[in-house]
């Protein structure tokens, strides 16, 4: 199998050698939590976002992702992934086509996650209903699922994204 060497290469390598090159993180979190934002501030030049939101179906999502495994292009899951068997049909397919996956949890209180809503442009609110419903099902994920790297994200009082490794 042809892979990319630190150098850019086409070599023959490991798969932690490639690891650094081929990312599929996964964000876990409640509607309003911020997920959409952080992606644009830290991985909008080097990843493609995968989200239910931009492409409206599973088919055209699995497509995406295929094409990703197909290309080792790095990306985000951009979806609220509440839970584990939600994570877990990613996680397998990310290590299966050999890539890193890395989780962040943005752990939004859901009161903040509300307010953020209803600040929205009017064509991207979500009903209430459907945030206290993902609250309500949401589970803190584990390495345990199969992440390599899991970190929780919140958002101090300065509106700013705090991150920390949750690695343990």
């Given at each position: 199998?042809?892979?990319?060497?630190?150098?850019?290469?086409?070599?023959?390598?490991?798969?932690?050698?490639?690891?650094?090159?081929?990312?599929?993180?996964?964000?876990i979190g409640i509607?309003?939590?911020?997920k959409t934002t952080?992606?644009?501030?830290?991985?909008?030049?080097?990843?493609?976002?995968?989200?239910?939101?931009?492409?409206?179906?599973?088919?055209?999502?699995?497509?995406?992702?295929?094409?990703?495994?197909?290309?080792?292009?790095?990306?985000?899951?951009?979806n609220t992934n509440?839970?584990?068997?939600?994570?877990?049909?990613?996680?397998?397919?990310?290590?299966?086509?050999?890539?890193?996956?890395?989780?962040?949890?943005?752990?939004?209180?859901?009161?903040?996650?509300?307010?953020?809503?209803?600040?929205?442009?009017?064509?991207?609110?979500?009903?209430?209903?459907?945030?206290?419903?993902?609250?309500?099902?949401?589970?803190?994920?584990?390495?345990?699922?199969?992440?390599?790297?899991?970190?929780?994200?919140?958002?101090?009082?300065?509106?700013?994204?705090?991150?920390?490794?949750?690695?343990?």
């Amino acid at each position: 199998m042809l892979k990319f060497s630190k150098s850019d290469e086409v070599t023959t390598g490991t798969v932690c050698d490639l690891q650094c090159c081929m990312q599929a993180v996964i964000f876990i979190g409640i509607q309003g939590s911020g997920k959409t934002t952080f992606f644009k501030d830290e991985f909008f030049r080097t990843h493609l976002r995968i989200s239910l939101d931009l492409f409206r179906t599973r088919y055209r999502e699995e497509k995406f992702l295929q094409t990703c495994f197909d290309t080792s292009m790095r990306f985000v899951i951009d979806n609220t992934n509440p839970t584990v068997p939600d994570r877990a049909r990613y996680i397998r397919l990310a290590k299966d086509g050999h890539f890193k996956v890395i989780g962040y949890f943005f752990d939004s209180p859901l009161e903040d996650a509300l307010n953020r809503n209803a600040i929205r442009s009017e064509k991207e609110i979500i009903p209430e209903k459907g945030i206290r419903a993902t609250h309500n099902k949401l589970q803190e994920p584990t390495l345990e699922e199969g992440f390599d790297e899991l970190y929780r994200v919140t958002i101090n009082q300065q509106g700013l994204f705090v991150v920390e490794s949750i690695n343990k």
